[in-house]
Nanobody
Framework: QVQLVESGGGLVQAGDSLKLSCAASGRTFSSYAMTWFRQAPGKEREFVAAISWHSIIKDYADSVKGRFTISRDNAKNMVHLQMNSLKPEDTAVYYC????????????????WGQGTQVTVSS
């Protein structure tokens, strides 16, 4: 069974930085692309950033380009999201997700989700 556990959320002020982490267990992490999503109160869950299994391909939502950086450490089964220049509109619960099939980048659906970590940015 695959498990994803996010950490690193918190309450910060606008302009501050946070680094989220997602620890994965239960299978060969290095064969799977990983994706961060977020969901703000009253809004649908939205894509934030994705990274391929070999870290060569990265993709970002337009709203976070230039501010957020996704990375991974396959030796430690970890994926990170460095968030800089945070804005109040970044406030949301952030989730990491993984597909059930290896070597799929940004599939239509995801089989595994973490429990989420809250990020709150005050103005």
């Amino acid at each position: 069974q695959v498990q994803l556990v996010e950490s690193g959320g918190g309450l910060v002020q606008a302009g501050d930085s946070l680094k989220l982490s997602c620890a994965a267990s239960g299978r060969t992490f290095s064969s799977y692309a990983m994706t961060w999503f977020r969901q703000a109160p009253g809004k649908e869950r939205e894509f934030v950033a994705a990274i391929s299994w070999h870290s060569i391909i990265k993709d970002y939502a337009d709203s976070v380009k230039g501010r957020f950086t996704i990375s991974r450490d396959n030796a430690k089964n970890m994926v990170h999201l460095q968030m800089n220049s945070l804005k109040p509109e970044d406030t949301a619960v952030y989730y990491c997700a993984a597909p059930g099939t290896p070597f799929q980048f940004r599939p239509k659906s995801y089989d595994y989700w973490g429990q989420g970590t809250q990020v709150t940015v005050s103005s």
